[in-house]
């Protein structure tokens, strides 16, 4: 009997000490993370007004012109704005593809920034291209590169 109560307190203890590294462990991760979000900037509402009379006065994003489509005009340009722009096939894009059977229901994604635009594919069937390659990632789009949605294609402007 003396045996058995031992090796519960022995199991007991080593609960209790799994318990406390796990314990300091959480609250390290903790302090840490924190640590770190107090030392990236935070926009406040005083500078609010000074970032938004910063995008009023910063240049037009660029436009797309259309080379070809099924849907669309050829060169039709649409003009960005400083607001993300989606395009593909379903009815809640920005720009809706109705009329291209190789575009997805949300195909790919113009994300106007503060260094340029940028284009990113939103797990589309067929793929978006820039210049006859196909996105893996986000890309900067450079005045004069083609963009391919299903069989879309438009010439980015700056």
């Known amino acids: 009997m003396a045996l058995a109560s031992t090796s519960v307190d022995g199991a007991l203890l080593a609960l209790k000490i799994a318990f406390i ?5 959480f609250i390290w991760r ?23 009379r910063h995008e009023k ?6 436009s797309l012109v259309v080379v070809s ?3 669309l005009e050829e060169n039709e340009r649409l003009e960005l704005t400083h607001e993300p722009l989606t395009v593909g096939r379903g009815p809640l894009n920005d720009l809706q ?13 113009f994300d106007p ?3 340029g635009v940028w284009i990113e594919d939103l797990g589309s069937t067929n793929g978006t291209f820039v210049n006859g390659v196909r ?3 986000p ?19 700056r």
């Open 139 to 157: 890309r900067h789009l450079a005045s004069g590169d083609i963009v391919r949605i299903g069989e879309t294609d438009f010439r980015y402007e």
């Open 30 to 52: 903790v302090i840490r993370v924190a640590s770190r979000e107090m030392r990236t900037p935070q926009d406040s509402f005083v500078t609010a007004p000074l970032a938004e």
């Open 21 to 25: 590294v796990l314990l300091y462990v």
């Open 97 to 109: 593809l109705l009329e291209d059977d190789f575009a997805s229901g949300r195909h790919a994604l």
């Open 69 to 71: 489509s099924p849907n």
């Open 113 to 115: 920034r503060r260094d």
């Open 135 to 137: 996105l893996t990632s």
């Open 57 to 62: 006065r910063a240049p037009r994003p660029g």
